[in-house]
């Protein structure tokens, strides 16, 4: 731009240096971890920005990330430990050193752990160390531990794992550079957000197509090239209408579908029989297809085998079927016809079948090739890469509905037929996915694995392969307290968090003594049934007079409504002030093209007497004397915290939580030798290590054997064997003839018919479980929220910026719909569903399905937290949705109740709400209703400033 | 009142804006917040931060709103700035010389040691761009980041304002719209880009790129509309066949 010309004469420094300090790190304002540069001038942060070097967010950053100032100088920040004096929910607490506080949960935790371990839940929320949360817990030995996919994504990663070895967002992503038609489902303003921005900035620039499958027209949806405004809980159906006509055209991958995928593994038919719909397996186990060139069943993955794609065919006794077959005969069938499926997605059948059109003209008339030789796991050699450029996206809009799992599984199968997986133009892996479920752990947590004052001698989550892997009792009861991988939610892969505190005051399936929180608002916007969960944690026994659920731990790092619940409090620190790691035992940051991790270094020390949750956890485990976290003479193992642990700690020999920069020089990636200096040449690379796949590599990586070698080189996996995408996934029908009354595992009697009917091992349509709930039709209107951009995934509203663009939410309503029941823009209605009422602003909008209303999420505030004035709009103006959602399904017959979620993954069905609304009294206009109880502020809180001028001792410094 | 440049500079710098891709983030709206809050207009006041009506000095804002009805419907995400105009009357009517434009680039800016906080300019500016900083009592308004652009301390890529270097969707631009051969003139030329109330003649510097054309039910035309069901031959999934006879 050339040098600034002042010949106004006025006094002005063009080049004022921006502060005398930078320190990168990652951003923790979301869940998208970003890498920032944070410029500080005496000590105070004056700026911060993205790292334009780094993988995630190539140098941008959202309004999150840039009101990262406000939330580390919020008043809601906590300063000290706390400990509970007034009932539970009145905010009275006094405040006690840290000694006492770790005194205090050490001999809670320790009683607990030498009478029953499970009498500990311990549950994080959006907590990005779950390495390490996840492996205290198993060390703790209860196996009552999970963090919150269970309410936001299990769906999408168990459908995804299940399928194809790896999930959207987490364990993918679209390949933006080469893509030419690109298909988003149910995603709203969320993950991945800045990727997903940088993306659809790219593919509109490039001309690809963009449709957008949303029952909401915001944010991505407004950018769309086609907006399919569909009915929520509908995709599913909508998929396998394009499925339908793809099939009917002969459009899919047959080459792909036959290598790649298990389309021409042979199936057993044999009605009645414990066999019956397993693979036909050789005397080695390995699945058999049916040689269409020798006429004979032969090994599925042989490269000999010439796979017959459809028949049916006489093997010996019995008789087996390809799987193309069975899935053809499935989604040919009229019923998911496109003029068919309109009627209930609210989409007509000339789009689904010109969208159909689409995706087949851009994955067949408009390959991508790569001019790349590479050879698959099964000794193909391919000269180049040839890719068929359609990709797909979903979240949050598929995974919330108690359809979700199986929606996903859709998806994906439209993904496989039209063989574009994983290849280029296609959506593609982040190692160290893909992952097939046999190279993952299987859960951990059964009778014989819980003793007092032992371990867990596995992780608690992992993927059953059947029945034999749940977590229940002989007579078929859950064994943990959310009932994750119970009859209730056998592939709860997650956990099922939500679940836990209904069970835990029901004493379902037992009681519990203590309930450890980490960064998780269960008493409000985390919770489903927000007023009767806050009832659930302050509910006492009439008998005794004791708390329903005894104890209540919590960290939080910000005065949020659960800290009003708890009895102990212990203060966590900013993410701008501690340690961290987005390993790759965890959730790293990997891209398509190669492994990634990062850490957080505290770049300013907190002035407030707060610890980091991992280093408390760390020092915790060494007070309670937990192995892993002693050494053999009774001493803490790691104490430097966590930071000696992010460096130390091993999970097998040389693997640990960072995989860059290891060996004893620090030469080595993925595995390798402890390296003293690993941080520090984190710290010189800007907080992350990037690795990079082999070119030979990169693409179709489930299959591909220089990449399998890869991934076992540096650790993602334990051997080379290729991950063969399952369209038909046995592990469900392992399921559906326990429930038929096959094997050693069966279901206990009533959920045998639930679990038969959800456990088809091809993907199903059913409508959400609410719209099945006796009297559903005074409920008419389906009713979603989402958080919006500047708030997704991000704890604290509070914040002083962020709050002025949202602190008041209304409920968008249809202008048609509200046209018939003149109903206006600005009226206040009263919304119900079965559960509750909840008065509230409406918006007419037109940009919506014309049965859903919708709003903004966690808008809402109990007055007085977060060190809100209690008149605060989000207190008064501001509503959550969650009051309306029940979290338990109705009864049943014998009068069980299911927890309202998926049943196959346990995921939460946010999603799946029913309301109906009525104009609310003029006298009832101004403020949402219910409103909670004001809480009081602790008085280690200051109070909040009337005025923020944050910035004017840069000025005044500059001046100087 | 004051003076405009006596000739208007060749040197045009400004914005442009991508209503096809902004996606209504709000990320330019936060980082221009922290950018600046510490920046030349330092600080950028916020009144009640935590209480009941809070609001702030902010200077670039989006605002959302749905256009059209039905199939026609759009919503839209307007990100919204001073456009630094040719011939602004905010500076014009300024009573002492604080607001003024550039004679070099075009930039037009407050010399808050000038600025009483009368208010003239905002009432002057028809896009509602000039922000009053309640808790300092002067007018702030959008620098173009002056003490980013040309700044010798900050590597070359970030020589941009901080809306543009943050932005995720890749909607904002910055270059010289006096320069036709520059990058954003091109950009400007290739999609149609306009000015924003051209009829109010103050001639703003920033300019907008429509929205592409939609390519759905309404614009379906030249696309493949249905997909021609396959060959019977060979019964059913006869067509499997010969697509694997290929392989």
Redesign the interface.
Known sequence: ?????N??G?????????GDEVKTTTCYMCACRCGIKVHL?DGKI?????N?DHPV?K?????????G??QHYS??RLTKPLRRVGERGSGEFEEIEWDEALGLATDWLKAIRERDPRELAFFTGRDQSQSLTGWWGQQFGTPNYAAHGGFCSVNMAAAGIYTMGGAFWEFGEPDWERTEYFMMFGVA?DHD??PI??G???I??RGA?FVSVNPV???????A???VGLRPGTDGLFVMGLIH??L?????D??YL?RYTNAGWLVIRNPGGADDGLFLRGDDGAPMAWD?ARQHAAPALDPET?PA??GQYDIGDRTAVPV??IL?ERYLDDRYAPDTVAGQTGIDG??V??I???L??AAFEREVVIEQPWTDAFGRKHDRMIGRPVSMHAMRGISAHSNGFHTCRSIHLLQLLLGSVDCPGGFRFKPPYPKSIEALPKPTGRAKDVHPNMPLPGPHLGFPRGPEDLLVGEDGTPRRIDKAFSWDAPLAVHGMMHAVITNAWKGDPYPIDTLFMYMANMSWNSAMNTAETARMLTDRDPDTGEYRIPRIIYSDAYYSEMVGYADLILPDTTYLERWDCMSMLDRPISHADGPADSIRQPVVAPDRDVRPFQDVLIDLGARLGLPGLTGEDGTAKYPGGYRDYLVNHERKPGLGPLAGWRGADGTESGKGAVNPDQIDAYIANGCFWKGRIPEEARFFKNVNRAYLDYAVGMGFLDEATPIVAQLYCEPLQKFRLAARGHGDYQPPERHRARVEAHFDPLPIWYPPFEDAVEGVDAYPLHALTQRP??MYHSWGS?N??????H?RNVLFVP?AWAADKEIEDGDWVWVSSRNGRIKVKVKL???VNGDTVWTWNAMGKRAGA????P???EARQAFLLNNLIDDLLPEREGGYRYSNSDPVTGQAAWYDLRVSIEKAAAEEAGEIAPQAAPVKRPRSLPP?????????T??AR?RA | MTSLPKQPSARKLGLVIDLDTCVGCHACVVNCKEWNTGGYPAPLTDQNPYGKDVSGAWLNRVHTFEAGEGADGRTVHFPKSCLHCEEPLCVSVCPTGASYKRNDDGIVLVDEDRCMGCGLCAWACPYGAREMDMGVGVMKKCTLCIDRIYNENLDEADRVPACVSTCPASARHFGDLGDPGSAVSQLVAERGGYDLMPEQGYKPTNKYLPPRPRRDATTAGSRPERLDEARPEGGFLGWVDRLLSAV
């Not at chain 1, 004056?46 to 993205?50: D, E, N």
């Not at chain 1, 027209?217 to 950018?223: L, P, Q, V």
């Open positions: 731009m050339g040098k600034g010309d010949s106004d006025r006094d002005l420094d063009t080049s004022p240096t921006v001038r004056r700026y911060i920005q993205g334009r967010n140098g941008v950053l959202c309004a999150k990330g840039s009101a100032i406000m008043p809601a303003e957000s800045n921005k940088m659809l900035g790219r509109k620039a197509k027209r915001t944010g991505y949806s407004a950018i090239d086609e907006w006509e793809l009917k055209a002969g459009k899919v047959a080459a036959s269409r010439k794609l459809k193309f077959q053809a000339a789009t079948r010109r159909a059109a689409e087949a003209e951009m500047a509070q002083a910026w962020l709050r002025q663009l602190s202008r909008s037109e940009g977060w060190n809100l004035s008149d605060a709009p909040a400033p009337d005025e923020s001028r944050y910035g004017e840069f000025r500059r």
